[in-house]
């Protein structure tokens, strides 16, 4: 809903403007917890004291990379290319502090596998800033609508939490916070590296293309972060403690399993949802029109989700059975690549800066412009090959990935060709709405929907299985049998 919003009243700028600000933000909360989720669901302290000298940390942390923000927020605007984001860096830099007691409201309850607990604040919260933020565009906010939205969702976090019982009282005990820091040594690093690999691409585009380019690249992203979000992250805070509660169990052999119904039901469902925002990326002018440029992004990002839902489990095996190094080897590449891919390609846009949808003078937006866009998001796919490349085969190596998980990738990608190439047929031969027609795009998504989960019954049963298996909050693999709790998305 707030991408819609966004989408119809902010201008390709402001969107642009509020995108590098919210980037900072990222970066900045990565550097005040640096990986210390991780430690909690790996300490043999008392999770609540643990949690408690965590708070303490990061807290303190979180006001001093807040004060160096809202201080440094100009010369920092003009570094990245983006002279009318400072107030909105200074505004959303109130944020850190809050965020950064959530974090650790949210560290323990995955130690405890109480994902329920999570309910009231995560939705409760996201709610009610998406909430403010459509409002506020809708009264002309412009970016400090996002800004707005971003704020209120920051501070009704962790007092959502406490008023569903999460209270992690703050202390400072010496010895929990030298484990913590002998393990953010090496995990801390990565965590910064991965919020980089999800923001980079955004500060090449500013700086050599601008704020309006930005905006029309971020809004594809916003799209195509959506199955990454609602399936990859959310199976990825259920993974990784239920992998170190195997890993204590029986090690490595009794993650294999588990991964490999995880990747199952992961892969049966964003192959789906990806497939269908390829399909119906030229229909993201039912927004607005001038969000045209963004569609062959969006069918690009598509490609790139897929790989990064890869990524992310592979990483959450990786740092489970005990290899950070790995992990920190494995996002550096990634970044590094990226960065590499990224800079050439938006300095390239002029070999494809023909054919490309919503260009030129009367829409404003240059080809050339509108090709780097999409060779940035070639670049990402790109690099995020490379990587799913190297993580697997690490993780064979250690013997935590099973052929079966292999065969997993088989049934989905049947089913979104067969899919895929039945949508070509019928636009062929009978036709399709009209790219702008709503009731259009609604007839159409449905009939994907269906077409690509009826395919995938006939070609991958056992995927099907696995998806009902983890709605019902059934365990992900035997093993987890030996396990105290249930893990429910």
């Not at 406490?162 to 090496?186: C, F, I, S």
């Not at 866009?373 to 799913?388: C, E, F, L, N, S």
């Not at 190596?397 to 990738?409: C, I, S, T, Y």
Request: hydrophobic residues 60%; contains cysteine.
């Amino acid at each position: 809903m707030v991408t819609l919003a966004l989408g119809a009243f902010l201008t390709r700028d402001q969107l642009g403007t509020v995108t590098i600000a919210v980037a900072v933000l990222n970066m900045a909360a990565m550097v005040q917890l640096l990986g210390v989720y991780d430690v909690l669901s790996r300490t043999r302290y008392d999770p609540l004291a643990f949690a408690g000298s965590l708070a303490t940390m990061t807290l303190v942390t979180g006001l001093v990379v807040a004060a160096l923000l809202a201080a440094l927020a100009g010369p920092l605007a003009q570094l990245l290319g983006a002279p009318q984001a400072p107030g909105p860096i200074r505004a959303v830099a109130l944020t850190l502090p809050f965020t950064a007691y959530l974090g650790i409201q949210f560290a323990y309850l995955h130690r405890r596998l109480d994902f329920k607990a999570r309910l009231l604040p995560d939705a409760g919260s996201a709610l009610v800033g998406a909430a403010v933020t459509v409002a506020a565009a809708a009264a002309g906010a412009g970016a400090w609508s996002l800004v707005a939205g971003v704020v209120v969702t920051a501070v009704l976090g962790p007092a959502l939490a406490l008023l569903g019982g999460v209270r992690v009282p703050l202390r400072w005990d010496r010895d929990h916070v030298a484990e913590a820091l002998g393990w953010m040594k090496v995990v801390g690093p990565a965590a910064l590296l991965g919020v980089l690999l999800l923001n980079i691409d955004y500060v090449v585009v500013t700086r050599v293309l601008g704020e309006a380019a930005t905006g029309l690249y971020s809004y594809a992203y916003r799209f195509a972060f959506v199955p990454y979000i609602m399936v990859a992250v959310v199976l990825g805070g259920v993974a990784f403690p239920v992998y170190t509660r195997l890993m204590d169990d029986g090690g490595p052999a009794a993650v294999a399993p588990a991964l490999t119904r995880l990747l199952h039901a992961q892969l049966a469902v964003v192959v789906g949802l990806y497939l269908l925002l390829a399909l119906l990326a030229p229909r993201i002018v039912v927004i607005d029109v001038r969000w045209a440029p963004s569609a062959p992004v969006v069918t690009v990002l598509s490609l790139y989700g897929v790989l990064l839902c890869l990524v992310a489990a592979g990483h959450d095996a990786t740092r489970a059975i005990g290899r950070p190094t790995a992990y920190l080897q494995a996002m550096a590449l990634h970044v590094a690549l990226l960065a590499l891919f990224a800079t050439v390609a938006v300095h390239a846009g002029g070999w494809s800066a023909t054919g490309l949808p919503g260009t030129g003078p009367a829409a404003g937006v240059e080809p050339s412009v509108a090709a780097g866009i999409v060779g940035v998001a070639w670049a990402q796919v790109g690099a995020a090959a490379v990587t799913v490349l190297l993580v697997y085969l690490r993780l064979g190596r250690a013997r935590v990935l099973q052929r079966r998980a292999v065969r997993a990738l088989v049934g989905p990608l049947s089913a979104a060709a067969l899919t895929g190439a039945g949508f070509v047929a019928v636009a062929e031969v009978a036709g399709l709405p009209a790219d702008d027609s709503l009731p259009g795009l609604v007839v159409v998504a449905l009939a994907l929907s269906l077409t690509y989960g009826g395919v995938l019954l006939a070609v991958d049963r056992a995927a099907i299985g696995e998806i009902v298996g983890l709605l019902r909050g059934r365990r992900t693999a035997p093993a987890i049998a030996a396990a105290t709790t249930t893990a429910t998305t």
